[in-house]
Every structure is written in C-alpha cells, then in structure tokens.
Nanobody
Framework: QLQLAESGGGLVQPGGSLTLSCAASGATLDYYAVGWFRQAPGKEREKVSC????????EYVDSVKGRFTTSKDNAKNRVYLHMNSLKPEDTAVYYC???????????WGQGTQVTVSS
C-alpha cells in the first residue's frame, strides 16, 4: 500500500521561498501521476500541481505559474514542490497526492502547514 509523507512546511515571509518534500513508501512512484494540493481555512482543497504519467507533463494552477515548480526523483521515491515569491494567499495545508490526474486522488499524505506572513 502506497503511503505518502510530506515535510518542509513552516513560516516564511512574503517573497520568500520554501521547498516541500514528499516521501513515498510501500510502493514506487514510478508509475503514478504525482502532485500537490492545498487547502486554506474555509476554502475547498485545490490542485496546485500534477506530474502526469507516463508523459511527465507538469501542470500548475494559474495562481502559482512562474513561482512554483514541481519535480520527481524516482531514485529517491520523492516528489518536491519548490515555492518561490510566496504570497500570504499561499498560506494553506499542502498535501502530496498520487493519481493526481483523477478528480479524487486515491492516495494522500497527512499534510504540512505553510504560513506566509510578515
């Protein structure tokens, strides 16, 4: 059974950078579309990014294009979200997900809090 665990969240000032990491266990990520979702207080969970399988095409929600990049390291069985030029509206709990191409991904991590505030 695939299990996902995020790390790297924290408090950062506006304009700052943060990298989230998602470690997979129980199965390899080689054959999954993997990505990141986030949920801010009082808002619905939204998809932030998704690396499609098998194409490897990377998709981003419009609000993070040009600021966030995602990458996958098959050797380490990890997925990353590199976040630059962070804004207060990026504050949310960020979740790693496998099968991110689906409306409801089948696998989720426990989430990591990202707070952007001065």
């Amino acid at each position: 059974q695939l299990q996902l665990a995020e790390s790297g969240g924290g408090l950062v000032q506006p304009g700052g950078s943060l990298t989230l990491s998602c470690a997979a266990s129980g199965a390899t990520l080689d054959y999954y579309a993997v990505g990141w979702f986030r949920q801010a207080p009082g808002k619905e969970r939204e998809k932030v990014s998704c690396i499609r399988f098998p194409s490897g095409v990377k998709e981003y929600v419009d609000s993070v294009k040009g600021r966030f990049t995602t990458s996958k390291d098959n050797a380490k069985n990890r997925v990353y979200l590199h976040m630059n030029s962070l804004k207060p509206e990026d504050t949310a709990v960020y979740y790693c997900a496998a099968n991110c191409h689906m409306g409801i991904p089948g696998y989720w991590g426990q989430g990591t809090q990202v707070t952007v505030s001065s």
